[in-house]
């Protein structure tokens, strides 16, 4: 059967600063996605990372659902209701508009969504990340879609080893969605050249080129780029179809034991190491450090089994230990060098404003007259 699988992700408030959200307005939320069960979705999940509030929806009417949709965001209205009646900060940070009109894409929340023909077993990954930007997911999925040394499904797997095409996505571009696709691995080195830049280009979507099926979907929401401000970090969702025709789950999951850096952190405007967590996990340390968390579902006929909580288990302990030793040290620079993100990525305006100020102050130096090189034969 076709299904689609939809999650919407919003912060709309939070307890202590950038932390994390309340028992009352998870319970909001939840209560209102609930109404869609009424003839709408056939299933849904309700969870969050840091912040973030993740809905999770399952039903039969495509992508870019405007009823869908509607529901997500109604859901998330009436969560700023009850953060605003809580006094909660950042209520309603992410909806960047007073109204909706169709779909919610490029209207603050992040979107991941795609529709498939369900296999007799259907297990995928949603993993949900915090206080970093869309970009933090390229090297995973490069090392898990394209790098043997990650992946042995690519050497012993007959229905991956055709490899896989790349979507990626120039964030950068405000006038429409600029994508390229890229097949691996015969444009590996081009590939790479472009998932370097996080800020830039981002992984939209990962197709099987032996089946043609979907893989993966990455929300690619800039929100400076449709605020024109800083209004947080952009805290990407992502889904990933794993086993069989894709790689396994912990093919998908190893790379995050790197603990990679990425942008984000503090005031959005950082580099910190990506840290797996448990779903639920709050934020703390330098507002962060950026986490990611990853919940297991098989979907059967339209409808989830209970999650699996997939950076629980005490492996990534160990992970969690380096990622913190790792956000320290980079600390430690303050802002310095790579400690920080470049002037083009900085989301807050204080710096641009400095840099204006300073400006005027700047003279240019004339330049100093040099005197030709005295040779014998000159002189002769």
Same mark, same amino acid.
């Given at each position: ?8 992700? /919003?912060?709309?408030?939070? @307890? ?29 999940? &309700? ?24 529901? /997500? ?15 909660? =900060?950042? /209520? ?11 779909? &919610? ?24 990340? *915090?206080k970093t930007e869309p970009g933090a997911y390229n090297l995973p999925l490069y090392l ?5 040394? %990650? ?21 950068? =571009? ?5 994508? @390229? ?20 280009? !981002? !992984?939209?979507? @990962? ?8 893989? /993966? ?7 400076? %780029? ?29 790379? +995050? ?26 934020c703390s340390y330098f507002d962060g450090p950026p986490i990611v968390s990853c919940w ?14 997939? +950076? ?6 160990? &992970?969690?230990?380096?990622?913190? *030793? ?16 470049? =002037?083009?990525?900085?989301? =807050? ?32």
């Amino acid at each position: 059967m076709n299904t689609t699988l939809s999650v919407i992700k /919003a912060d709309v408030g939070s @307890i202590g600063g950038h932390v994390a959200p309340s028992r009352q307005l998870l319970d909001t939320v939840s209560r209102h996605v609930a109404h869609g069960l009424d003839g709408l979705l056939s299933d849904y999940f &309700v969870g969050s990372t840091g912040d973030d509030i993740a809905i999770l929806m399952v039903h039969d009417r495509g992508t870019g659902n405007a009823a869908v949709h509607e529901l /997500a965001w109604d859901a998330f209205r009436a969560g700023t209701e009850a953060a605003r009646g809580q006094g909660l =900060y950042g /209520a309603g940070q992410d909806l960047l508009i007073d109204s909706l009109s169709g779909n &919610v894409k490029g209207m603050g929340p992040a979107v991941a969504e795609f529709e498939i023909q369900e296999r007799s077993n259907e297990p995928f990954l949603m993993f949900l990340a *915090d206080k970093t930007e869309p970009g933090a997911y390229n090297l995973p999925l490069y090392l898990a879609f394209a790098d043997p040394m %990650n992946t042995a499904g690519l050497l012993l797997t007959p229905e991956i080893n055709k490899g896989f095409r790349f979507r990626v996505q120039d964030v950068n =571009y405000t006038d429409g969605d600029r994508l @390229i696709d890229l097949n691996a691995p015969e444009d590996l080195y081009d590939l790479a050249a472009l998932l370097r830049d996080n800020g830039r280009f !981002v !992984v939209e979507s @990962i197709w099987s080129r032996h089946h043609g099926d979907q893989a /993966a979907v990455v929300s690619t929401t800039r929100l400076q %780029n449709i605020a024109g401000k800083y209004t947080g970090k952009d805290d990407p969702v992502m889904l990933v179809r794993v086993q069989k025709q894709f790689p396994a789950t912990g093919e998908i999951l190893a790379p +995050f034991g790197i603990a990679h850096y990425v942008g984000g952190f503090m005031r959005g405007s950082h580099v910190g190491p990506l840290m797996p967590v448990p779903h639920g996990t709050t934020c703390s340390y330098f507002d962060g450090p950026p986490i990611v968390s990853c919940w297991g579902f098989c979907v059967h006929e339209g409808r989830l089994t209970e999650p699996m909580d997939l +950076f629980q288990h005490p492996f990534w302990d160990l &992970v969690r230990t380096r990622a913190a *030793d790792k956000a320290m040290e980079i600390r430690r620079q303050g802002f310095s060098g790579p400690a920080m993100l470049p =002037y083009s990525e900085l989301e =807050y305006g204080g710096i641009v404003h400095i840099l204006e100020r300073l400006e005027r102050r700047f003279s240019i130096r004339a330049a100093r007259t040099v005197e030709p090189l005295r040779t014998a034969e000159s002189v002769s």
